[in-house]
């Protein structure tokens, strides 16, 4: 069974930093572009940032642009997400993903993928 569980979340004044971490099991991480999206309330789930397993590349939305980093830990197989600087608008809930389109211009699940998803880890940040 493949199985993400993300942790880390938790709540912070705007400027602070989180990491979020990933673990996966059932699956290596390294045989797939991985990455993270958030939900916000009332909006819709949005590509925050992934790895492809071919070339080891990284993408940002411009939202969390020179303030997240992604990173991967293939001994572990887990993820992990830098969050410094943070901002009210990064209120969301936080998933980790396996099996992305991953690129300049798109990250996304690939259709028909992994289909691994977590449950979320929650983030808020206060003003």
């Known amino acids: 069974e493949v199985q993400v569980v993300e942790s880390g979340g938790g709540l912070v004044q705007a400027g602070g930093s989180l990491r979020l971490s990933c673990a996966a099991s059932?699956?290596?991480?390294?045989?797939?572009?991985i990455g993270w999206f958030r939900q916000a309330p009332g909006k819709e789930r949005e590509g925050v940032s992934c790895?492809?397993?071919?070339?080891?590349?990284?993408y940002y939305s411009d939202s969390v642009k020179g303030r997240f980093t992604i990173s991967r830990d293939n001994a572990k197989n887990t993820m992990h997400l830098q969050m410094n600087s943070l901002r009210p608008e990064d209120t969301a809930v936080y998933y980790c993903?396996?099996?992305?389109?991953?690129?300049?211009?798109?990250?996304?699940?690939?259709?028909?993928?992994?289909?691994?998803w977590g449950k979320g880890t929650l983030v808020t940040v206060s003003s």
């Open positions: 059932g699956f290596r991480f390294d045989d797939y572009a």
């Open positions: 993903a396996a099996d992305l389109l991953c690129s300049n211009r798109i990250i996304a699940p690939m259709l028909n993928g992994l289909g691994a």
């Open positions: 790895i492809n397993n071919s070339d080891d590349s990284i």
